[in-house]
């Protein structure tokens, strides 16, 4: 908090009574989140693993709007619990022979020759399951961080902060995301008009007779989109030379490739140092000057852009010290990022990676406080079913 | 302000025009009412103020248009929105953002408006149109007359100086309907905005107008003139003017306030006059169905508790009550798309009444056997299998109850009319040809080649209704069947719905609009939170209520008269009495088409 205050700038985030609720911007959240699942990605250690999701967990629990894009985080934890649940029993069933402390026996299935090195059953070792454990419980963590971006971040906010070059883009998810819900309610609205007909709702005829109706609504819907979008000026643009429209295209699609280099490069501990953070860099800045660029064209302008202030940059550079904390330790050579499992043993806990995981926790205290009436801001739907065709 | 110079709308495809050789001339601060029937071209009269037509919809348009000196020819729709608003008809589908004052935003946001105007013009908008409460609401929360009042702001964030309006009130019931028009008409008054409105609803906007728009159709020219012209020679009107044209009143009055006014001497005149009486006797008819002690929920939403009713042969039921009262769940237990959670739903058992066979319900009773404790949340089908309208399937559910849903396109399905007629003679299994027969009946205007998407309104409705009656089913459920349709469709549909119940069935409709419930029900059910609040003879309920009473009521209550018709008869039974209507029947509608005597 003291941070927050002393480094904020603007009058919104001063007087004596520290921030004043708002909402963080959401790429602060995401960046937050992405530092978290980076350092996931570089440690099987499962202490580590469980500490970022106990950060994550906590952070969310802090800083949660009551929306219904808000409860993901518990979905993605579930989710990742069945992730390693799979990858456990892959592991028994499947996986290669490991170490020597044998738990159970599974008869094996005999294969024939040309199947050599693939086992069907056979001896599970508690070195096996360990190793899939941990290796699942990864993946798990790094589900959890995105989840827990999902929870704090708006999507549509996310997607109102897109550049402006980005905006076609943007627009088109949004619509999207509003025509699925639609598209379920219409399912349900012509299989109840079928049952009225007694034509059978089931089975390949019920489905195959009632997609052409759902359809045709949609198609319908949409158009009635386009043009209330055309007559509110959706499209207006302002003229472009031709020159700066390539070299804005070149800049954007060398970018985004040295961002996707760049992050292979950061996540796979093989790769050549080079490929690593210095191409995501390089690759990150030609992606904004071009679509900087690009988005000269249009002339949009927009309502209450979320700023990007103290906060934004604390709670951004939290996640990037998550990371920092477990590269580092890696650079040094520390022991404790990999979990010893030949033989089983218990973990160690790295300062550098544990000291830059609990950074992680900050933004629960220094991000601002959601604002009061984002309670009431998206009352709970009430759960019931769309009335017979109303 | 709007200017139409000699224009003329083809459309791709057809040869005759839409709009021909139309000059109008709308000055600046009017609010202009646009009628007619659905199909006559008034929608592209509308679209044509901003340039949607030609330029989104295709087609040619000659002549020129122009709203303030600027040129839709040379400018395209998204040129005009800093100087037109455009207000969807189903504002639902016309939404971009998630959000209200995102939603408010999103139009300046794509005019490139400095944000200090936008947040400045935002607030100003919320205020204008009460929007303030609701800023953060997610759109998809909001009820019918907020969602309208949030479109009617989203235009109006880009200071328009014409609004145009597609039917703003048709979808909403009297009180969100009320809510929006009070909206409009402050813009007029207090902010000299010009709007262009097409509605059928007459009897709700016409007091308001100060120029009136009739399109005919067919190319013919428009007519233009105040309402008060326009009503006095006008084919349709509202009750009240059919009211004032009855009582040879001058002026014609537009609204219950003006009738009322000159309206002593004829509540004079028809002292001694009682009010025809449409009571079934209950006594007399058997209960079709029944519903005791019905429960339904959805979640925590408690949508039926704890309802009774019994429907008898014919009897016409209007079930009110504002949205989110019960009525379409209601619907929908009795046709059996909702089990009860508590309570029972029971079809009269099949049996031939009078020479109507009714259909067997073999297939009922397999699919009873098959899945004989189906159940949901724990409770136990109680009614006896084949009398639950949940257990019955295919032609043994078509055969006894039917439903017309709200947006009867629902039930359509083939890409023509006469192939749709052909399914559901076998969806029902009656012999060929008696869908086809039903709706020469119904709609004698409709031919067999058409796309069921192109029909009018009223056209697709006979159509759904034709569908439905295939079975002669006993039992006939319609909801919110005068949604979007105009007057002559309206008054073919009380024709129809009339000789249904003299037929012997059962009909009930869920409805918001008052001038159909007095033109046709013999009973009306006011729901509201669920529980029925009043249930009796339609005349009881709806003359003295403030909300659901019609025109004629408000004009000559206390006296319980509801349709212009019946206090026609009764003038002319003092002036003569061999005008009279024949039989019990009611005597004729100066608006009823001619062609009904004949079926």
Redesign the interface.
């Known amino acids: 908090m003291t941070a927050a205050a002393s480094a904020a700038g603007p009058a919104d985030e001063v007087s004596g009574a520290g921030a004043l609720p708002r909402w963080l911007h959401p790429g602060a959240w995401w960046l937050w989140a992405i530092g978290l699942s980076t350092a996931a990605s570089r440690t099987t250690n499962p202490l580590l693993l469980l500490l970022i999701i106990v950060v994550a967990g906590v952070v969310v629990g802090a800083r949660r709007p009551d929306a219904p894009w808000a409860r993901s985080y518990i979905f993605f934890l579930k989710l990742g619990l069945f992730v390693v649940a799979i990858r456990v029993v892959l592991q028994v069933l499947l996986g290669a022979p490991m170490g020597t402390t044998v738990v159970l026996s599974l008869p094996q299935v005999p294969l024939p020759g040309w199947l050599a090195g693939v086992r069907l059953g056979g001896d599970v070792t508690v070195e096996s399951i360990l190793f899939a454990v941990y290796d699942g419980l990864r993946l798990a963590t790094m589900l959890a961080c995105i989840g827990a971006a999902n929870s704090l971040a708006s999507p ?1 906010r996310l997607l ?1 902060s897109l550049p402006a070059a980005l905006y076609e883009v943007g ?1 088109a998810v ?2 999207a ?2 025509f699925a ?1 639609q598209l379920v309610t219409d399912i349900g ?2 299989r ?2 079928r ?5 059978p709702t089931r089975g390949v005829r019920g489905i195959a ?1 009632a997609a ?2 759902v359809f ?1 609504g949609a198609l319908d ?1 949409a158009v ?13 643009t302002a003229d472009l030379s031709r020159a700066t429209r390539q070299i804005s295209a070149g800049l954007l699609l060398g970018g985004v490739l040295g961002v996707c280099l760049g992050v292979y490069g950061l996540l796979d501990a093989s790769a050549p140092a080079l490929l690593g953070l210095p191409m995501l860099l390089a690759g990150a800045f030609a992606a904004v000057l071009g679509l900087g660029l690009a988005g000269r064209r249009s ?7 979320d700023p990007w202030r103290a906060p934004e940059w604390l709670v951004a550079g939290c996640g990037v010290m998550a990371a920092a904390g477990v590269l580092v330790t890696a650079g040094l050579g520390l022991d404790g990022l990999t979990a010893q499992v030949f033989p089983p043993t218990w973990p160690q806990l790295p300062a550098p990676a544990v000291l830059g995981i609990l950074l992680g926790l900050l933004p629960a205290v220094i991000a601002p406080p959601i604002p009061r ?2 309670t ?4 709970p ?5 769309v ?4 | 302000m709007i200017r139409f110079d000699g224009v003329s709308v083809t459309y791709d495809g057809c040869v005759e025009p839409v709009l021909a050789d139309v000059n109008l001339h709308v000055p600046e601060g009017e609010l202009c009412l646009v009628v007619g029937r659905t199909g006559t071209g008034k929608s592209t009269l509308l ?1 044509a103020v ?1 340039g ?1 037509v030609p ?2 919809s295709g087609g040619t348009l000659r002549g020129r248009v122009t709203v303030a000196g600027r040129d839709t020819a040379g400018h ?7 100087l ?3 207000v ?1 008809q ?1 504002p639902r ?7 209200v004052e ?1 939603e408010l ?11 200090p105007v ?2 400045r013009r ?1 607030e100003e908008t919320m205020d204008l149109l009460g929007l303030a409460d609701l ?4 759109l ?2 909001l009820s019918g007359g907020q969602m309208q009042r949030v479109a009617i702001a ?2 109006l964030t ?1 200071h328009p100086r014409v609004l145009v309006l597609d039917e703003p009130t048709s979808a909403l019931d009297p009180g969100a309907a009320e809510e929006v028009l009070a909206a409009v008409q402050r813009l007029v008054h207090d902010l000299g905005m010009t709007v262009l409105l097409a509605e059928h609803r007459l009897e709700r906007v016409v007091q308001y107008a100060d120029r009136m728009i009739v399109v005919p159709g067919h190319g013919q020219p428009l007519i233009v003139g105040s309402p008060a012209q326009v009503m006095a020679i006008a084919p349709v009107a509202p009750p009240v003017v059919q009211l004032g044209r009855a009582a040879g009143w001058e002026p014609l009055p537009l609204s219950v306030r003006d009738a009322r006014r000159q309206a002593g001497e004829l509540r004079r005149r028809l002292d001694g006059h009682r009010p025809p009486l449409r009571i079934v006797a209950p006594s007399a008819a058997a209960p079709v169905a029944e519903v005791c002690g019905l429960v339904v929920r ?4 408690v ?1 039926l508790r704890g309802v009774d009713v019994a429907v008898r042969a014919g009897e016409v039921t209007a079930l009110m009550g504002r949205n989110g009262a019960g009525k ?2 209601l ?2 237990a009795l ?1 059996g ?2 089990r009860p959670d508590a309570g029972t739903v029971r079809l009269a058992p099949p049996t031939t009444a009078g020479d109507r066979p009714v259909g067997t319900t073999e297939e009922a009773v397999r699919e009873a056997r098959r899945r004989p404790f189906r159940s949901r949340r724990g409770s136990r089908v109680v009614a006896t299998r084949s009398d639950d309208p949940a257990e019955l ?6 055969r006894r109850v ?2 017309v ?3 009867p ?3 359509l ?1 083939a890409d023509r009319v006469a192939d749709e007629c052909r ?2 003679d076998a ?2 299994g009656v012999p060929a040809g008696s869908t086809r027969a039903l709706l020469a009946l119904l709609a004698p205007d409709v031919e067999d080649g058409t796309h069921p ?1 192109d029909l009018s309104e009223g056209q697709r409705l006979s159509l759904a209704l034709a ?2 009656l295939a ?1 002669e089913p006993p039992l006939l459920l319609l ?1 919110e069947p005068t949604r979007g349709l105009d007057y002559t469709a309206k008054a073919r549909l009380v024709t129809a719905l009339r000789r249904l119940a003299d037929a012997g069935h059962a009909v009930v409709l869920a409805t918001h609009d008052v001038e159909l419930v007095a033109e046709v029900a013999t009973r009306v059910i006011v729901l509201a939170e669920g529980e029925v609040v009043a249930d009796g003879p339609t005349a009881d309920v709806v003359v003295s209520s403030p909300m659901f009473a019609p025109q004629v009521a408000k004009v000559l209550a206390p006296a319980a008269w509801l349709t212009v018709a019946d206090v026609a008869a009764a003038l002319q039974e003092s002036v003569t009495t061999s005008l009279q209507a024949p039989g019990n029947e009611p005597a004729a509608d100066p608006t009823r088409p001619s062609w009904w005597a004949a079926g």
Do not use: C, W
Not at chain 1, 195 to 199: A, E, I, N
Not at chain 1, 224 to 235: E, Q
Not at chain 1, 299 to 305: C, F, K, L, N, T
Not at chain 2, 105 to 114: D, N, T, V
């Open positions: 549509s109102r627009v949004v619509v995301l509003t819900p609205r012509v109840t008009a049952r009225l007909r007694g034509r007779g052409m109706p045709e819907r009635v989109l386009a043009a209330a979008m055309d007559s509110r000026g959706y499209g207006r002339i949009r302008s927009r309502y209450r852009p009436s984002a009431a801001a998206v009352p739907r009430p759960a019931r079913p009335e017979v065709a109303a | 679209r901003n949607l330029h989104f395209p729709p998204r040129d005009m929105a800093d037109v608003g455009v969807p189903d589908s016309g939404f971009v953002t998630d959000v995102d935003a999103y139009a300046m946001e794509s005019l490139g408006l400095p944000e936008m947040r935002v800023r953060e609401r997610a998809s929360t989203s235009v880009t959805y979640g925590s939403v949508a379409s769940t619907l929908a046709v798309l909702r399937r295919g032609t043994g559910l078509v039917g439903l849903p709200q947006d396109a629902d039930l399905y399914h559901a969806d029902a998407r569908v439905v079975g909801d």
